[in-house]
């Protein structure tokens, strides 16, 4: 054990080393490393996936309305009824 918090599973599956704190000799430890996606392993392995759209809609993480959203929408139906209310 290398002592950078990884588990070596992980490690032998990104291609790290678990015997050694930093593989790649850049003096940035494993954990601390980042992918091609910019997450580092420690945030990779503690399932923090990153999103910044949704994988299954490509607009926003789920869950986020976005910019024209449900919000929106409520908005824009309560202006609609006091503009018909105006005499």
Known sequence: ??????????????GTSPEVLDSSGNRISDDREEGADGRTLEAVQAGDNG??????????PDGACGAFGLEA????????VAKKRRP
């Open 1 to 14: 054990m290398d002592r950078d918090g990884l588990l070596n599973e992980l490690e032998e599956e990104v």
């Open 51 to 60: 999103a910044t759209t949704s994988p299954s809609t490509g607009g926003p």
């Open 73 to 80: 929408l409520i908005l824009l139906g309560l202006l609609g």
